[in-house]
């Protein structure tokens, strides 16, 4: 397993990270995801393990609590032999405080994620979403002062806009600060925006992508064809395929057709191409994958060790382009030589 320094920090991580959103499998949306309990979960960590996979996310809002309380049920013992990254921000509670990155949830949000995971400390923090009622000041002391006190080591964002983040980052520097090192964010083949502003940001600011969904939401694993139904059982065809990020079905089903043809000259499988493919990619720092049974999490631990050819890439870069929004379809048309926008 490859190791990369997460963004402008000394902290190594691997380039997979296994996600815990199908460890619980409560309520209607995250039942569509997977059902891991405790005993499922711990044979899933020890392949993990086994291929120098040391990196498991969760999140205080997955399953209500559960998936935190069994990946920490499921490491007990070994809790020196991982990483844990978890979220905080969305809703766990009826009170008026109950969600954001206000000190009162943070505080509360952070200790209830310590008691769940049963450890002291967790490796990587991160806010699963940006909150405009809450100053940046008061939400980044807080998490200094948790970095300080030990309960966290780092800091990191998720589905913030690159002025958020770049707010943010201004912030600690100002008041020196623990700084955001990580970004946890959606790309994949079929969804590029990441590569419009904050890959550049990433690159400039020493803030490294930890991909979320890097298969599309379940579409780039080889199930999903032109002119069929989504496979029963698969996510697209549960409550929780109603939240995928929208795309023509046109597009995705062209780059499909070159995911087919570059897994059958390379021998690799279709999800393996799609993971392969984002970790070329620059500021990438590693994927989060998810896996509802042990065949699956082998084929994806499969997508490392190996690197795609330049002539293969091509291919897929090609066939996944979009328009750029503006203003950086102006910038490309006018002054590319000044605005390149590869990293």
Request: with cysteine; glycine share 10%; proline share 5%.
């Amino acid at each position: 397993m490859e190791y990369r320094l997460l963004g402008r920090s000394g902290f190594s991580v691997p380039v997979l990270t296994l996600g815990t959103g199908t460890f619980g499998g409560k309520g209607e949306f995250f039942a569509g995801w997977g059902n891991s309990d405790v005993e499922h979960a711990s044979k899933l960590i020890d392949i993990c393990l086994d291929n120098g996979l040391t990196m498991f996310d969760t999140a205080d809002v997955y399953s209500g609590g559960a998936a935190e309380e069994i990946l920490g049920a499921a490491i007990r013992g070994r809790r020196d032999k991982v990483l844990i990254s978890t979220k905080g921000t969305f809703r766990t509670g009826p009170g008026p405080n109950d969600l954001g990155t206000s000190r009162w949830h943070l505080i509360n949000a952070i200790d209830a994620s310590l008691k769940r995971l049963g450890t002291d400390y967790i490796d990587l923090y991160q806010l699963h979403n940006y909150d405009a009622k809450t100053p940046p000041e008061e939400t980044l002391s807080t998490l200094n002062d948790a970095v300080k006190a030990g309960k966290i080591r780092y800091i990191g964002v998720s589905n913030f806009s690159g002025w958020e983040l770049m707010k943010s980052l201004a912030v600690s520097d100002r008041y020196g600060w623990s700084r955001y090192v990580a970004n946890q964010t959606y790309y994949s083949l079929i969804g590029r925006d990441y590569e419009w502003e904050l890959m550049k940001l990433g690159a400039d600011q020493g803030v490294g992508a930890v991909v979320w969904s890097p298969l599309g939401w379940g579409r780039l694993t080889g199930k999903i064809r032109r002119g069929q139904p989504a496979p029963q059982g698969s996510r697209m065809a549960t409550k929780a395929g109603d939240a995928a990020p929208p795309i023509p079905e046109d597009y995705l089903y062209d780059v499909v057709d070159v995911l087919d043809e570059v897994a059958k000259e390379t021998g690799k499988t279709v999800p393996q191409i799609a993971l392969n493919w984002l970790l070329g990619r620059p500021t990438v720092s590693t994927l989060i994958i998810g896996a509802r049974n042990e065949e699956q999490l082998k084929q994806n631990l499969a997508a490392v060790g190996w690197t795609l050819s330049p002539e293969h890439v091509a291919k897929l870069d090609k066939v996944s382009a979009r328009q750029l929004p503006y203003p950086y379809w102006h910038q490309q048309m006018n002054f590319a030589d000044r605005n390149p926008q590869a990293v």
